[in-house]
């Protein structure tokens, strides 16, 4: 059984920084894409952040704001979350996808307070 676990969420003030990292466990070999999506109050999810083997993919609203990167361990991925705006607050939710089937954590809270 697969499972992602996110951490690092907590509150910021704006133009603050904040690194969420997400572990995976259980018996995939590798994911082929891994990412972060977002959930702020009322709304829907969003993507935030993906990242594969040979590219990068970010949200216009986070844009040279915020780097996703995958560790050396196995399963790993981050988000390095700079100048921090109140509207960033949201749970922040780890995906990792392989063979067309998606996984995901429960989420963190980010909170950014102007």
């Known amino acids: 059984q697969v499972q992602l676990v996110e951490s690092g969420g907590g509150l910021v003030q704006a133009g603050g920084s904040l690194r969420l990292s997400c572990a995976a466990s259980g018996t995939i070999f590798r994911f082929d894409l891994m990412g972060w999506y977002r959930q702020a109050p009322g709304k829907q999810r969003e993507l935030v952040a993906t990242i594969s083997s040979v590219w990068e993919n970010y949200a216009d609203s986070v844009k040279g704001r915020f780097t996703i990167s995958r560790g050396n361990a196995k399963n790993t991925v981050y988000l390095q979350m700079n100048s921090l705006l109140p509207e960033d607050t949201a749970v922040y939710l780890c995906?990792?996808?392989?063979?067309?089937?998606?996984?995901w954590g429960k989420g963190t809270l980010v909170t950014v307070s102007s």
């Open positions: 995906n990792a996808n392989t063979l067309g089937v998606d996984y």
